[in-house]
């Protein structure tokens, strides 16, 4: 029993011009061989080359926004919170209302507004205060009736106690006055 294997593979019938060509080819195989020897072409060469396996970039489509928030890591480890906004527009728009006053631009090329902080009344007030102590330990000093240093010992206590609740740095801040311009 013999069998002819040919080295060439075709998708169609062979042309009979070719015919000479396939039989040298062939091999013949006899029924003493294994059969991996018989399917075995004779040289690497003559096998037919592989086309190159390459990789190809295919980028996605630009997904539409869905409004969802998910939390990711940056590249310090801090996590961010991202929101997927559906309309970006908006927050443009919340994001300069949201910038300092400092920031932001106007329209008709003004100048940023600025504030300007006075504490001058406040300041007034504690050197009335100290003036006032400095006078009442003068005439306490050269008093020399009880009733009246009774009566100058209590004011003075009152004047200590108010110069000690005005003159500090809270106070100041609470009675500052702002002006814009």
């Known amino acids: 029993m013999s069998i002819m294997i040919s080295n060439t593979i075709r ?3 062979p042309d009979p011009a070719q015919t ?3 039989a040298e080819g062939t091999k013949k195989v006899t029924g003493t061989q294994a059969p991996d020897e018989a399917g075995r072409l ?13 990789d190809e970039y295919i980028p996605e489509e630009e997904k539409e926004p869905t ?4 939390m990711e890591t940056d590249e310090n480890g ?3 919170i991202h929101f997927d906004d559906p309309n970006p527009d908006r ?3 919340e994001e300069k209302a949201d910038a300092p006053a400092n920031d932001r ?3 008709s090329g003004k100048k940023p507004e600025t504030c300007i902080a006075n504490s001058d009344k406040v300041d007034r007030e504690i050197e009335r205060l100290k003036k006032k102590l400095a006078e009442l330990e003068q005439q306490l000093n050269t008093e020399t009736d009880e009733r009246k240093i009774k009566q100058l010992e209590s004011e003075l206590a009152q004047v200590q106690n108010e110069l000690r609740q005005k003159d500090n740095d809270a106070y100041r801040r609470q009675h500052t006055q702002f002006t814009y311009s």
């Open 78 to 80: 801090k996590s961010k």
């Open 42 to 54: 004779d040289s690497p060469k003559e096998s037919h080359p592989l086309a190159p396996v390459t």
């Open 11 to 13: 998708n169609s019938a």
């Open 20 to 22: 000479p060509a396939v």
């Open 105 to 107: 631009k106007t329209d």
């Open 91 to 93: 927050t443009q728009k």
């Open 67 to 70: 409004g969802r928030y998910w």
